[in-house]
């Protein structure tokens, strides 16, 4: 492969996430551990207070695309054997088989219906806003533990494990069941696969995370406080047996809101983890799984209300900044300098800490001025979008391109070293010179500098320090 076909993958690729054999691994280790602790936790057949697999499923499509298909299928094809052999059953080969294939295509297919869409939906900007992707999450996750449990109830009466008549006691536990793994794992899972990552930065910027949080110490307290409340209710029902008093679970809502309102993001989504696993675990160790629909509700709606909690003040922010700050060049529909500045100096920071380079490109057309005097200012208007609009189809999605002052045009591009960002900058280079504006008359001057953002540099500083690589006019 020549040197530019190889900077082209690099510009394209580079922001999604391959699923290489180590994270294939790992991947299939965990899936099998999740399954196998979802099986202890099984309060009536076929159905678990929760099901983490369907959460880790959910995930991996969205951060991974269709290759998890390959991945999942055989695992949870093996699985049926496994837990064949847990319910001492003892079909044919040949049956097994084929009802094992069957288990394994209803429970890829239904994720990956619900995944994959959300997956282009965010890809393709249709989602940008945190609201409207807590909505769509919520949405999706919901339709798509339900065709989960459809399919996969469908399944067991088709191998005759169960008749029609069992229907209504399988499917609704097992749709809460998956639903609960999705709601509460998917998002933890996500934000662990994108760790460390310019992908995660990208997220935190996009959909505007409150990346705020309390002390270690204070975040373990408001954890400790809201376990040990499952425990001793969990408890409460054991002793009176009373399975009504399960409904008060559905006020672990105040506790999990209040973590919402004061912690990042991740933090809200591990202590929504840990509150699931403590209802989970209570309900086990203290046999009463006759509340497990109650709790998986109740789970669910604490989810789905933590979600809108971290929401809700941040559309509420991302509307007061839009009042008061001009985030978008109107000409060119690319990003003014101000936006650049400010997502230059948060890149930074996070590039800092977890250690991944960050360059910055100028771009500017020399002879501008020349155009403006000689085809007006309609033409030299229409050659800036043109120029964006060429740019903005060579950038990644964790790139940030802005327009800068006059006829130039800001580049960041996280995880990237200079010498990388010289072969991406060289190709858009190239393709400008291919723009075709019949008004005209003349070829444009381009010039442009790339530099490397040192660790203890400024945003500005580094703008001055590729400002002065260019010529003077």
């Known amino acids: 492969m020549a040197e530019s076909e190889k900077s082209t993958q690099l510009v394209k690729n580079t922001d999604v996430f391959q699923l290489t054999l180590l994270r294939a691994l790992v991947l299939s280790v965990v899936w099998v551990l999740l399954w196998r602790f979802s099986a202890i936790l099984e309060y009536a057949p076929y159905a678990s207070i929760w099901y983490p697999p369907a959460g880790l499923t959910f995930a991996?499509?969205?951060?991974?695309?269709?290759?998890?298909?390959?991945l999942i299928t055989p695992i949870?094809?093996?699985?049926?054997?496994?837990?064949?052999h847990m319910y001492e059953l003892s079909p044919p080969a040949g049956e097994l088989f084929y009802h094992s294939a069957l288990f394994a295509i209803a429970h890829i297919s239904a994720y990956a219906i619900g995944a994959l869409f959300l997956r282009q939906f965010i890809r393709l900007q249709v989602i940008q806003t945190l609201p409207g992707f807590v909505m769509g999450f919520v949405l999706m996750g919901a339709v798509t533990a339900l065709?989960?449990?459809?399919?996969?109830?469908?399944?067991?009466?088709?191998?005759?494990?169960?008749?029609?008549?069992?229907?209504?006691?399988?499917?609704?536990?097992?749709?809460?069941?998956?639903l609960v793994g999705v709601l509460v794992l998917s998002p933890l899972f996500v934000g662990i696969m994108f760790w460390r990552s310019a992908l995660y930065s990208v997220w935190q910027r996009r959909l505007r995370f409150s990346t705020f949080e309390s002390s270690a110490y204070q975040y373990g307290l408001k954890v400790g406080y809201t376990v040990a409340g499952v425990f001793v209710l969990s408890l409460f029902i054991w002793w009176f047996q009373r399975p009504e008093i399960a409904f008060l679970f559905f006020f672990f809502v105040l506790p999990q809101m209040w973590i919402a309102y004061t912690e990042s993001a991740f933090r809200s989504a591990l202590s929504l983890a840990i509150l699931s696993l403590a209802m989970a675990l209570g309900l086990f160790l203290f046999r009463i799984g006759e509340s497990a629909l109650i709790v998986q509700f109740a789970i669910?709606?604490?989810?789905?209300?933590?979600?809108?909690?971290?929401?809700v003040p941040a559309m509420l922010a991302e509307r007061e900044r839009s009042q008061y700050q001009p985030y978008l060049d109107h000409l060119t529909k690319v990003a003014s300098r101000t936006y650049f500045l400010e997502v230059g100096r948060d890149e930074i920071d996070r590039a800092s800490y977890h250690g991944y380079p960050v360059a910055l490109a100028i771009v500017d057309i020399d002879n501008f001025r020349n155009i403006q005097y000689s085809a007006g200012h309609e033409v030299a208007d229409r050659l800036l979008q043109k120029v964006s609009e060429s740019l903005?189809?060579?950038?990644?999605?964790?790139?940030?391109?802005a327009r800068g002052r006059g006829a130039t045009f800001l580049l960041l591009m996280p995880d990237t070293t200079k010498e990388h960002a010289e072969r991406a900058l060289n190709q858009m280079l190239t393709s400008l010179h291919y723009l075709n504006i019949p008004q005209l008359t003349f070829a444009m001057e381009l010039q442009s500098a790339t530099v490397e953002i040192d660790t203890d540099e400024s945003i500005e500083g580094a703008l001055d320090r590729a400002a002065s690589q260019l010529n003077p006019r």
């Not at 903005?392 to 391109?401: A, C, K, V």
């Open 60 to 70: 991996a499509l969205i951060v991974y695309g269709w290759r998890t298909i390959l």
């Open 76 to 84: 949870a094809f093996l699985m049926n054997y496994w837990l064949t």
């Open 300 to 311: 669910s709606v604490i989810a789905a209300s933590v979600y809108f909690s971290i929401a």
């Open 392 to 401: 903005q189809g060579h950038l990644r999605h964790s790139d940030i391109l």
């Open 147 to 178: 065709l989960a449990s459809f399919f996969g109830s469908q399944v067991l009466l088709t191998t005759g494990l169960i008749t029609v008549f069992d229907l209504y006691e399988v499917w609704l536990p097992w749709w809460i069941g998956d």
